[in-house]
């Protein structure tokens, strides 16, 4: 793998682009086509067969990436997801998915898995053992998300990869959160790494996209479903990603240091009950995350104290917008209980330590300075008149 050798930033830039053999232009060319004339037998370029040349191109940058021998990229993050998901199970197969999961993958489990004979279990904790205890002998897959959304958790990686090794099973991981510039499962073990791209691959909050990263032989195994489930992404899209993506490694390091800044000084907060940051030496699994980490993210979330009405602290921010997505060059934040978790009972959260007060926070790339004057200011207006009094 000779491209995964080189600089992240020479990656980012060089690797997987069209190269413009006629004007010699800068950029890759765009190539809107969706029907080819014959090359040959062998080769039928279609935008449904995933090998347009724009979309060629862009899989060799996202292999490079992540260190694979392949890859795919898909219309959406859940393109990809139910994708890979359906193309290593099968009727009579059970999965293992992580506890705490993205909220469509967890919906995809719940209401299509069983349709198609499926049986599926959750992990109560993200611990080795917990994974361990839901084996059956019928097992095929283990689904991780590690940092998890939204209290950050760090599943191992190695120790997971071990497991399933020893019992014959599949490795899937969500890498969206720490992106490739921060985590590369397959050095780790794992087999399938997958990606929202519409968060921080695309960056720029303005596209939506989702890759599938594997050994060349499973990801012939995943094009056979993909051809059939037709979830490719426009090449207008493609051609967008790949540009966005050649600053990828300025952004996440940008959004790294924000999220690292902000999250020390949240924890000297006295508005700020707690702070969930892999990157704090206070998180449980910190020394888990330096070990398999190159980053500690742009994500984190804190929980505000009993004093601070949520929904006023949301109202008076200036800068910082409440937004569901995440990983744009803008900050954005979410309440979970209100959002991503809302269909929850509060019981359960409550179990998972989704707390009625906690934050979600997606760092930008704005100066750290904005970010902390915003927050102040939102904080100061927003106690509650009872503690005032
Ligand atoms: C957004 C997201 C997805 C789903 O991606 P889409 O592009 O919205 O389909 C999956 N996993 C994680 C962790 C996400 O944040």
Redesign the pocket.
């Known amino acids: 793998m000779k491209d995964a050798k080189k600089g992240i930033n020479t990656i980012c830039t060089h690797v997987g682009g069209v190269e413009d053999t006629v004007y010699k232009g800068a950029t890759s060319p765009l190539y809107m086509s969706s029907s080819y004339a014959f090359e040959d037998v062998d080769i039928k370029r279609y935008p449904r067969y995933y090998n347009t040349p724009n979309q060629e191109a862009l899989c060799k940058k996202m292999a490079a990436l992540e260190h694979t021998e392949a890859a795919m990229i898909f219309g ?6 139910s994708t890979a998901l359906m193309t290593f199970l099968g009727t009579g197969d059970h999965i293992v998915l992580q506890q705490t ?2 909220g ?2 967890y919906n995809f489990a719940v209401t299509q898995l069983e349709k198609f004979g499926i049986s599926y279990s959750f992990t109560k904790g993200w611990e080795v053992e917990d994974f361990e205890k839901e084996l059956l002998p019928n097992t095929k897959l283990i689904y991780i ?1 590690t940092p998890s ?1 939204p209290l950050l958790t760090i599943t191992d990686l190695k120790a997971v990869s071990d497991l399933a090794a020893q019992h014959g099973v599949l490795t899937m991981i ?1 890498n ?2 720490a992106s490739p510039i921060n985590q590369n499962p397959v050095d780790f073990g794992i087999d399938i790494v ?6 921080y691959m695309g960056g720029h909050s303005d596209l ?3 890759v599938v990263a594997a050994s060349q032989e499973n990801i012939d195994k995943v094009f056979q479903t993909a051809i059939c489930f037709g979830g490719s992404l426009s090449d207008y899209t493609v051609w967008l990603l790949e540009r966005s993506m050649k600053t990828m490694a300025l952004r996440v390091g940008a959004q790294n240091e924000n999220a690292m800044q902000l999250a020390s000084y949240l924890e000297t907060n006295p508005d700020v009950f707690k702070v969930n940051y892999p990157g704090l030496s206070s998180h449980p699994e910190h020394n888990l995350a330096t070990s398999q980490m190159k980053g500690y993210g742009g994500m984190l979330s804190f929980e505000l104290q009993a004093a601070i009405d949520v929904s006023l602290f949301f109202k008076n921010l200036k800068l910082i917008k409440p937004s569901m ?3 744009g060059l803008e900050s954005t934040m979410i309440s979970p209980v209100k959002t991503s978790h809302a269909l929850m009972s509060p019981k359960d959260r409550e179990k998972q330590g989704i707390g009625d007060n906690l934050v979600r926070f997606s760092s930008g790339i704005e100066e750290f300075k904005d970010l902390v004057e915003d927050l102040e200011q939102a904080l100061s207006k927003s106690k509650t008149t009872s503690v005032l009094a």
Request: proline share 0%.
């Open positions: 959406s993050g859940m393109a990809a997801i999961l993205y469509g993958t998300e959304n969500d969206t959160f997958l990606h929202s791209a519409t968060k939506c996209a989702g997505s995440l990983a």
